[in-house]
């Protein structure tokens, strides 16, 4: 597996674009099933996660092509309902192919996830949804099988708003029979992105990005073309690394309004940031400040921008704290950072985050794709050599994140292995 070697401290300056969407690039990939043809995606970025969807695509039997970008993804011979253990446990967004088989198809059988690097991560709530809307649902010998007739609409409460079961539902219900209404759907932009692709394909859907949404079922889709919204992870997490540096960065081609709280916490941090017509420039100042962080979900916070802020907290001047209200168990990175002389304690699902003058490098190990993002930003504000080993899960969310880096004046470079 490949590794990247650091050398810090530096300041980031200049300019970067940022990605499509991995969160949002997943989803519409597996929501062309529900077409039956050949549907264009573009802003596709160079993901070993989209990938893995492409494969999994071509594994029930449809075709993808990608150029530069842009991803044609037929759907008309699907003539495999399964999803693999194999390509399950590498990527558990492949959990998307759920809705959208069970729904065009009336049957699927999907590896179940497993748990993460960071604990458990059910998929009960797409289950018990999917249950709500007529499927026949089943455990059996580690994989999900579910059967349906015609899926039929229902209301639908969800315990949690989870990104995933929101759209795995919102994908089902809309090639159901009636009318579904899902209440405490999540509301994140990704939702949103599913959405506009479906109805693009003539899906009738209202209410994505607020907590109902209301899904009336067609008796076909037809194919759509649509453009990913840019990586506002990606975006944040270069946003963090300037400010880490103090340095003085502008992020081109991403959205903004899609970033309020991580950009208030930013500026919390004793950053200054201006915003522009899909541009940010993030200019760090030479102090960071403890902030107080509670992740939620969308609009608040981000988890998936935790590790990356903590790792910038190493060195503010005073104790942050961070509460992690997502997944409780979010911390593999607090080891890893410890390693390059972080001060850091944790109680349950809180870290308590002692800001000292000096990082020092030194081998680290990433464990899943924001934790790496993590241990870069801690390498570049480290003293010396930061060597971050099995950057493949990087690779998973962030394309090649340390060209752009690079562009940016980091002394970052990648050792094959
Ligand atoms: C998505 C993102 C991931 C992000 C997460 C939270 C993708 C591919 N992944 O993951 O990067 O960290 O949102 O913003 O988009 N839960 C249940 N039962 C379920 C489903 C979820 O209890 O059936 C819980 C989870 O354990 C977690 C919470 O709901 O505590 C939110 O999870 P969810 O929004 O579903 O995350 P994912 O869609 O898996």
């Not at 993808?64 to 044609?72: H, I, K, N, P, Q």
């Not at 963090?240 to 991580?262: F, K, L, Y």
């Amino acid at each position: 597996m490949d590794s990247f070697v650091i050398r810090g401290t530096c300041r980031l300056e200049g300019a970067v674009r940022v990605s499509g969407a991995k969160n949002a690039v997943l989803p519409v990939m597996a929501a062309s099933i529900l077409t039956g043809g050949t549907c264009i995606l573009e802003n596709v970025p160079d993901l070993r996660d989209a990938k893995t969807m492409m494969q999994l695509l071509e594994v029930l039997g449809g075709s993808v092509s990608l150029d530069e970008g842009r991803a044609a993804i037929d759907t008309s011979r699907i003539d495999t309902f399964e999803a693999p253990y194999d390509l399950v446990r590498t990527m558990r967004a492949s959990v998307y192919v759920l809705g959208p088989l069970v729904a065009r198809y009336g049957k699927a059988r999907v590896s179940m996830p497993g748990g993460c690097a960071w604990g458990p991560r059910p998929v009960d709530l797409h289950l018990k949804g999917l249950m709500a809307l007529g499927a026949k649902v089943r455990i059996d010998h580690g994989y999900i099988d579910a059967t349906a007739d015609r899926l039929r609409g229902a209301e639908i409460i969800l315990s949690i708003p989870s990104v995933g079961a929101t759209i795995n539902l919102i994908m089902a219900a809309s090639l159901a029979e009636g009318t579904t209404v899902i209440e405490n759907a999540a509301r994140e932009p990704e939702v949103i992105e599913v959405a506009e692709a479906l109805k693009r394909g003539g899906a009738s859907i209202e209410g994505e990005g607020s907590s109902t949404v209301t899904v009336i079922g067609v008796n076909e889709l037809n194919p759509f073309t649509h453009r990913a919204i840019p990586d506002r992870i990606e975006a944040g997490t270069i946003a963090a690394a300037t400010v880490a540096t103090g340095g003085d960065v502008t992020v081109e081609g991403c959205r903004p309004d899609h970033m309020h709280a991580v950009l208030d916490v930013l500026e919390q941090a004793g950053a200054e940031i201006e915003t522009g017509e899909g541009t940010i420039r993030v200019k760090g100042a030479e102090e960071i400040r403890s902030v107080n962080i509670e992740t939620g979900f969308y609009p608040s916070f981000p988890t998936d921008m935790q590790a990356q802020m903590m790792a910038l907290l190493c060195k503010a001047a005073g104790a942050s704290t961070i509460s992690e209200h997502v997944y409780p168990d979010r911390f593999t990175h607090v080891p890893e950072l410890k390693r390059l002389g972080a001060s850091i304690t944790l109680d349950g699902n809180v870290a308590v985050v002692t800001g000292r003058d000096r990082l020092e490098g030194a081998p680290v190990m990433a464990t899943d794709i924001r934790a790496s993002s993590a241990l870069i930003i801690g390498g570049l504000m480290a003293e010396g050599e930061t060597k971050v080993l099995r950057v493949y899960h990087i690779d998973r969310g962030y394309e090649r994140i340390e060209e752009k880096l690079q562009r940016l004046g980091a002394d970052i470079v990648r050792i094959r292995e």
